[in-house]
Antibody, heavy 121, light 107 residues
Framework: QITLRESGPTLVKPTQTLTLTCTFS??????????VGWIRQPPGKALEWLAL???????LYTPSLKSRLTVTKDTSKNQVALTMTNVDPVDTATYYC?????????????WGQGVLVTVSS | DIQMTQSPSSLSASVGDRVTITCQAS??????LNWYQQRPGEAPKLLIF???ALETGVPSRFSGSGSGTQFTLTISNLEPEDIATYHC?????????FGGGTKVEIK
């Protein structure tokens, strides 16, 4: 059974750096083809894909936020981290991590429950 | 970026109705289109991948079709538990992009 859970601060101040952790079970990020993605959803708005990290440490980022995002993995701990620098109130959103089952699988098959991050002074 | 336009943005239908949601891509994405269901207060859940493949455990009243730039999600017999927002997502090009969502309510 695959599960994912996001953790991190729920309130951050503008200009600070946000770090979220995704802890997962039921799969390994050392398995060929597997990836973990980050997606966010501002309150009442659409989903926005942010980043993706693969088993081989390849990383993809959405271009509009690429300069502010870093995604890393710790395979031994079954964790993936997302760092976002210089946050702004527009970054207020629920942040989800999700499992991508294969390199050629373009979908996210399992999602965490999400963590609501508010950016406010 | 490939823009995904969903319509309608919301709809109200009766239990037992046939419901159709469309998703239009700004360029050809082949069949690289997925659908997710997001119930109120919950995370999205994969319903259909690669345009028409039903995820394991998803009821057969859900179906998907389309190709190129036009795609459709159909609920053949609306049930009360189908109250949710439905999102399309393309992976025909980077960045991955989602539609704006369609909120389905029961009349």
């Amino acid at each position: 059974q695959i599960t994912l859970r996001e953790s991190g601060p729920t309130l951050v101040k503008p200009t600070q750096t946000l770090t979220l952790t995704c802890t997962f079970s039921g799969f390994s990020l050392s398995t060929t083809g597997v990836g973990v993605g980050w997606i966010r959803q501002p309150p009442g708005k659409a989903l926005e894909w942010l980043a993706l990290i693969y088993w081989n440490d390849d990383k993809l980022y959405t271009p509009s936020l690429k300069s502010r995002l870093t995604v890393t993995k710790d395979t031994s701990k079954n964790q993936v981290a997302l760092t976002m620098t210089n946050v702004d109130p527009v970054d207020t959103a629920t942040y989800y991590c999700a499992h991508r089952p294969g390199f050629w699988s373009g979908y996210f098959s399992f999602w965490g429950q999400g963590v609501l991050v508010t950016v406010s002074s | 970026d490939i823009q995904m336009t969903q319509s309608p943005s919301s709809l109200s239908a009766s239990v037992g109705d046939r419901v159709t949601i469309t998703c239009q891509a700004s360029q050809d994405i082949n069949n690289y289109l997925n659908w997710y269901q997001q119930r109120p207060g919950e995370a999205p859940k994969l319903l259909i991948f690669d345009t028409s493949a039903l995820e394991t455990g998803v009821p057969s009243r859900f179906s998907g079709s389309g190709s190129g730039t036009q795609f459709t999600l159909t609920i053949s017999n609306l049930e009360p538990e189908d109250i949710a927002t439905y999102h399309c997502q393309q992976y025909g090009g980077l960045p991955l992009t989602f539609g704006g969502g369609t909120k389905v309510e029961i009349k």
